[in-house]
């Protein structure tokens, strides 16, 4: 609530009294009323005989009579006020306004209070005119306001299957205020409805009750115990969760729910493949994620995405922006229809309106597709690598690495970390890796490059800064199990630098820890599996571990739950099958190329890259592995092999 001064008088007289009783200069505002000295409602400037009181409208003004002085001094026996402070004011002087914050008491005519506002009907009136709790003008507005929240409370503790809906404890209040503190929500958002006529409780409210609400509600779980919640454990544990507001919009709770349906086709880039985009059929829906199934080929090939990826499209858009669909397996490209394709099969196209990038071609500024640049191999981050903007999709660009095979290509945007404009080696005292082949790569130059592929490099101007997260170690969190990704799991941020943060899945040993960008879509803020209704993996306990190892599989803690091989197994019984295995812990993939057949590291499929420890300036070693899988049932075993060769300066 804001105060206004509005005063007529010299300029002379009003400077003067400001002088002796304003603080330093160096003080970061002037406060005229902590200046003041009050009696009875009634404010005197130091050496000055002007007088103030508290007018109407909440601000100050000049008494000018003296039966208005008497008036004040009758009123400040009956009732409190507030007076302006200039902790959010500036000064303005001679008629002008100064804004005000309201903090010291002193006592004036209820009818002045023109401040308030019914947080139901936003009525605005006198304390006379509202109730004594100040926010309602009615009962009947009460009475709304009380029926919003039990409904808003209801609709919470509803959204999850077999959710207990039993009245708080009296302990609550003090749990309320550390899920509060843990959950702050982005100001920016509760400022700008603050600016809308509301109808009911006010958003920001509603919404830090519903987040506490979401921590509060329990997981089911194995063993003896038989439920798990966030706010009793953040509780035990004397941690906080990562806030809502340090996360992507499409990583924090979705505003809509999931629509897809087992059935339903679509177009969508192959995770291995990012420059290929497949015919896909939805095969699971668990909470706002989707198992997607490359139509003809094996479910082993399944992969997990959330609802609003990226990297999903509705049929006939790659017709539409001019992109290649690759058709399911056995048929021909030029050959395939989709409206041929849905009939024969007797599906259902997944409606555009389920997709948030429908119809969308927005060209990262700068960028065009055969742009050269240097970019980071993520598959392995030692090296930074000439590579070319292959494709632009919305704000997003494929990066391909010149010489290598589709496989290592990714896509990001122009903030991202891993892509630099040319010469970014040079400046930086880094090695640029050169396409395999090159003739001379110590004498290798961007010039003649460019020249000799005829192309243009991307400009500096289209590269932006990432801003720094502000993930804190510690923090917990909710994280998809790359090793086991139809999973989410309980995690902690270990570590973290300028762009990545180190999770932990709290329970289980620090061998299963791993990095991920902060930007990735697999890492969502607690309470993230509640509110969509996916299946949470709470933290595994040491009675977990011992029942685990009852179950079948010896891999402590992990209870038989996925496959090394994909979708096709829902289960396992073996270390030989299990995703966290000693002998499939560090494996990328144990399956045959999709499209190939050829194992991964093969001879014949894309090297693997790895720095030599004694490597030099004239000579690159690119390291050739490959695997040769002995039938586990009877050897359970696996040979490597590791060929070799060098470029060197001759």
């Keep these: 609530m804001k105060g206004y001064i509005v005063a007529e008088f010299g300029w002379s007289d009003w400077w003067s009294a400001m002088e002796e009783s304003a603080p330093s200069t160096a003080g970061p505002k002037l406060d005229v009323n902590g200046a003041m000295e009050w009696k009875d409602g009634v404010g005197t400037l130091p050496g000055s005989t002007l007088k103030f009181r508290v007018n109407e409208s909440g601000g100050l003004e000049v008494i000018t009579a003296e039966g208005d002085e008497e008036g004040v001094r009758k009123a400040h026996a009956k009732t409190t006020w507030t007076v302006p402070t200039a902790q959010e004011g500036n000064p303005y002087m ?14 004036v005519d209820p009818w002045g209070q023109r401040g308030l506002v ?42 999850v299957t077999g959710v207990s809906r039993k009245r708080s404890h009296p302990g609550d209040e003090e749990l309320d205020g550390v899920i509060e503190a843990a959950e702050e929500d982005g100001e920016d958002n509760e400022e700008k409805e603050s600016r ?16 506490a609400a979401l921590l509060r509600q329990t997981v089911p779980c194995g063993g003896r115990k038989k439920s798990w919640c966030w706010a009793s454990y953040l509780e035990q544990e004397r941690a906080i969760a990562a806030p809502s507001k340090l996360f992507k919009e499409y990583q924090s709770f979705p505003q809509s729910k999931n629509g897809f349906r087992v059935g339903m086709r679509l177009e969508g880039v192959d995770p291995e493949h990012p420059s290929m985009y497949c015919v896909l059929s939805v095969t699971e829906v668990s909470g706002h994620r989707i198992r997607l199934h490359f139509d003809k080929f094996p479910e082993c090939y399944d992969f997990w995405v959330n609802c609003n990826s990226p990297d999903i499209h509705p049929v006939g858009w790659c017709e539409k922006t001019g992109h290649k669909l690759q058709p399911p397996k056995g048929m021909k490209s030029e050959a395939f229809s989709w409206c041929s394709y849905l009939k024969m099969n007797k599906v259902q196209a997944a409606p555009k309106a389920l997709f948030d990038n429908q119809n ?32 632009l999709v919305d704000s997003r660009l494929l990066v391909h690495f010149d010489g290598w095979d589709e496989s290592y290509d990714y896509w990001c945007d122009a903030t991202s970390p891993y892509i630099h404009p040319i010469g970014w080696c040079q400046e930086n005292g880094k090695t640029l890796t050169t396409p395999p082949g090159f003739p001379d790569p110590s004498s290798f130059s961007w010039e003649r490059y460019l020249e000799e592929t005829s192309s243009l490099p991307a400009p500096a101007r289209a590269f932006k800064s990432k801003p720094l997260h502000s993930f804190q170690l510690d923090m917990k969190l909710e994280v998809v199990d790359k090793r086991n990704p139809m999973l989410v799991r309980v995690a902690t941020v270990v570590d973290a630098d300028q762009h990545r943060i180190k999770i932990h899945f709290d329970g289980w040993t620090d061998e299963f820890d791993y990095w991920l960008d902060t930007d990735s879509p697999d890492i969502h803020p607690a309470g993230w599996c509640t509110k969509t209704g996916h299946p949470l993996q709470p933290p595994i306990s040491p009675q977990d571990i011992f029942e685990s190892s009852e179950a079948g599989c010896p891999t402590p803690g992990c209870k038989g739950v996925g496959h090394i091989k994909g979708a096709r197994y829902s289960g396992h019984h073996s270390a030989v099958g299990c995703p966290y295995s000693e002998i499939n812990l560090n494996k990328d993939s144990v399956l045959p190329d999709r499209l190939s057949g050829e194992m991964p590291g093969s001879v014949l499929g894309r090297p693997c890259r790895e720095p030599s420890p004694d490597a030099d300036a004239n000579a690159q070693e690119y390291v050739f592995s490959f695997s040769t899988l002995i039938d586990h049932r009877t050897h359970g075993g696996e040979i490597k092999v590791i060929m070799a060769y060098r470029f060197v300066e001759s």
């Design 94 to 107: 001679c008629g002008l306004v100064w804004s005000t914050a309201l903090s010291e008491k002193v006592q």
């Design 118 to 159: 019914c947080v139901q009907c936003n009525r605005k009136g006198s304390a006379v005119d509202f109730l004594s709790d100040g926010r309602h003008c009615s009962e009947r507005c009460l009475q709304q306001d009380q029926l919003d929240e039990q409904r808003e409370e209801s609709r919470s503790n509803g959204e």
């Design 196 to 211: 809308r006529p509301v109808h009911g409780a006010p958003r920001g409210r509603r919404k830090r009750r519903g987040d």
């Design 360 to 391: 969308t071609m927005v060209t990262p500024l700068g960028f065009r597709v055969g742009m050269k640049l240097e970019a980071v191999d993520k598959k392995n981050p030692s090296f930074v690598c000439v590579a070319t903007v292959a494709d």
